[in-house]
Each structure stands twice: as structure tokens, then as C-alpha cells.
């Protein structure tokens, strides 16, 4: 909520300080219930909930704010609150489907509040980034896409690991090496990259899963 309050107020760098913020603390909490074996209902529903407004609400506003300054006076910028709506669907969904305990389905929440809050970072780095975060109709139609990616059918790498053999685990030990890469010589600029390169390899690896299934079965 003291995300949307800074955005509204115009300052969109600090909303994306706050989703970080939130994306450790969520790691954390769910990491210390682990430790302390402390599960219960009520802390499930306040997690999708909390994850509800910090990376659906929150981005949501992001891209609400840059419309208006390109579209004034216009309805469209309300078409950013689309984002929101597909984060209520995939926290839904993720929470009765059991197809996701080593794999995700659909672009996680936390992933893509991260893409769209740091946006303004990687247009302060390139210039191309600038002019494509400049034009509005791209912006709806990068925003809608990765919106539809939350609930689409597509299997994505969880960061989960069996065992730690670089041939069961080279998706994620390549996603892990290259986000690192983006963040560490772009900072907060080079995450939109990273999630998008996490996307591209988990498609990857969905082609070669499928590649060797057809082998087996032939």
C-alpha cells in the first residue's frame, strides 16, 4: 500500500523498492514457516492475499501512471488494471492446483511485479528501452502479455532442487547465472531481462522435455 501511495505521487522507482522489499520478505516468510514448521490456513490465505496487492495491485498502478502521462485525458490507462484482475486469477488458481509443487504454471506474481516495476530502470539505461516504455501501445500490449502469461498452460523452472547434478538442473543453473549476470552489470535495469530469459529458457526446456518424450515413446 506504501507502494501505491508513492506511485500515485508520481514517484515510480520507489514503487519498484517495495516490490523488492516484498519479493525477500516473501521469500523469508515462507522460509521461516519451513524452519519452524509453522503452517496454518489463515497465514496460505494472507500470503496470496499480501501477494495479491503488492505484485498485482502495485504494478498494476506502475503501468496506470505511465499511460496517463502518454494518453491524458483518456480511458485507457485504466486498461493497466488488467494486471491486477490476472493476479487474483493465477493466486486462485495456484492455490487449489497441485500440478505446482515443482514446477510453475503460468509466469509466478512475484515475477512479473518485478518486470513491470523495474521497467523505468532499464529505460534509464538504453535508449531503445526508453522509447518502447514511451510508447503506449506497447507498453498495453507487453503489459497484457505478460498479464495472460500468469494464467496461460506453460510450465515454467522452479528453482526447487532434487539434487544438485548440473544435467537434471542446467535450466536452473543457467536462469540463476543469468539473472545474476543481468543484475550485476545492468542493477535494477538488467531485471526485466533476467525474467525475460527465465521465460525463454523455461520454453526451452518445455521443447526439449517434449523432444525427448517423443523419442521415448517412438
Not at 510508447?135 to 494464467?151: E, H, K
Not at 523452472?157 to 543457467?174: C, M, Q, S, V
Amino acid at each position: 500500500m506504501a507502494g501505491i501511495y508513492y506511485v500515485l505521487g508520481g514517484n515510480l522507482f520507489y514503487g519498484a523498492y517495495f516490490i523488492f522489499a516484498a519479493a525477500v520478505l516473501d521469500f523469508l516468510d515462507g522460509f521461516v514457516a519451513r524452519l519452524l514448521n509453522a503452517y496454518s490456513e489463515i497465514g496460505k490465505q494472507l500470503d496470496s492475499l499480501a501477494d495479491l496487492v503488492t505484485f498485482g495491485v502495485l504494478p498494476a498502478f506502475i503501468v496506470f501512471t505511465l499511460l496517463q502521462d502518454i494518453f491524458p485525458g483518456s480511458y485507457l490507462p485504466f486498461l493497466a488494471f488488467f494486471i491486477g484482475t490476472q493476479s487474483a486469477i493465477r493466486l486462485a488458481k495456484f492455490n487449489i492446483d497441485t500440478r505446482q509443487s515443482d514446477r510453475f504454471i503460468g509466469v509466478p506474481t512475484p515475477a512479473n511485479g518485478l518486470l513491470i516495476s523495474t521497467l523505468p530502470f532499464m529505460a534509464e539505461r538504453f535508449l531503445w528501452a526508453e522509447s518502447l516504455l514511451a510508447n503506449g501501445w506497447f507498453l498495453l500490449a507487453f503489459s497484457f502479455f505478460f498479464a495472460l502469461l500468469m494464467t496461460a498452460e506453460l510450465p515454467l523452472i522452479a528453482l526447487k532442487f532434487k539434487n544438485f547434478g548440473f544435467k537434471d538442473n542446467k535450466y536452473r543453473y543457467l536462469t540463476i547465472a543469468i539473472s545474476l549476470l543481468c543484475v550485476l552489470i545492468l542493477g535494477m535495469g538488467g531485471v526485466p531481462l533476467a525474467i525475460i530469459s527465465y521465460v525463454g529458457l523455461s520454453v526451452v526446456e518445455n521443447l526439449e522435455n517434449r523432444n525427448v518424450q517423443n523419442k521415448e515413446l517412438i
